[in-house]
T-cell receptor
Framework: DAMVIQNPRYQVTQFGKPVTLSCSQTLNHNVMYWYQQKSSQAPKLLFHYYDKDFNNEADTPDNFQSRRPNTSFCFLDIRSPGLGDAAMYLC???????????FGPGTRLTVT | DQQVKQNSPSLSVQEGRISILNCDYTNSMFDYFLWYKKYPAEGPTFLISISSIKDKNEDGRFTVFLNKSAKHLSLHIVPSQPGDSAVYFCAARNTNAGKSTFGDGTTLTVKP
């Protein structure tokens, strides 16, 4: 009964090689979020979609992009991964921005 | 500048005793607060929340207290159970802004 699914769970990419992480949801929620979490730190919001409206955080590097082709799916594209982009990437959804969020299990990205 | 702080990285308590997890915030515009629990290899799951118009919210063994003047909230778990062992994240939100800001988390270990 997975509600927020992230694939793959582990991703290894080479320095500078574009990588895409995917997230899907069965909750039909309006909002989808992408967070970056480094070891023992707080999840850091990168951006979110409210329906098709994209909301970027001011300090999110241009290297990070996102796509939401439909309600169920959202993608995180890292155009040129650096060693500092190695982290856990969490996808979350909520009915709207005022509701609690439902998180996926995360994708751990390694950059070699 | 971290706006939500959980100053104790870890906490260990005996089964049956009370666990108290603390969270401090600096942004006076925050008006809604949430606690999430995270098990290894899973995403955070919503636990309990409180609005700034209240000073206490209770749900079974979990109670959240809010002290607005001190910009401090705490999560009480009583009685603590081994299954409560997890990382607990505090999150705060400014309803007008919509997004939540997370603390670094506190790892709770409940010993049998």
């Amino acid at each position: 009964d997975a509600m927020v699914i992230q694939n793959p769970r582990y991703q290894v990419t080479q320095f500078g090689k574009p990588v895409t992480l995917s997230c899907s949801q069965t909750l039909n929620h309006n909002v989808m979020y992408w967070y970056q979490q480094k070891s023992s730190q707080a999840p850091k919001l990168l951006f979110h979609y409210y329906d098709k409206d994209f909301n970027n955080e001011a300090d999110t590097p241009d290297n990070f992009q996102s796509r939401r082709p439909n309600t169920s799916f959202c993608f995180l594209d890292i155009r040129s991964p650096g060693l500092g982009d190695a982290a856990m990437y969490l996808c979350a959804t909520s009915r709207d921005t005022l509701n609690e969020q439902y998180f996926g299990p995360g994708t751990r990205l390694t950059v070699t | 500048d971290q706006q939500v702080k959980q100053n104790s990285p870890s906490l260990s308590v005996q089964e049956g005793r009370i666990s108290i997890l603390n969270c401090d915030y600096t942004n006076s515009m925050f008006d809604y607060f949430l606690w999430y629990k995270k098990y290894p290899a899973e995403g955070p799951t919503f636990l309990i929340s409180i609005s700034s118009i209240k000073d206490k919210n209770e749900d079974g063994r979990f109670t959240v207290f809010l002290n607005k003047s001190a910009k401090h909230l705490s999560l009480h778990i009583v009685p603590s159970q081994p299954g409560d062992s997890a990382v607990y994240f505090c999150a705060a939100r400014n309803t007008n802004a919509g997004k939540s800001t997370f603390g670094d988390g506190t790892t709770l270990t409940v010993k049998p």
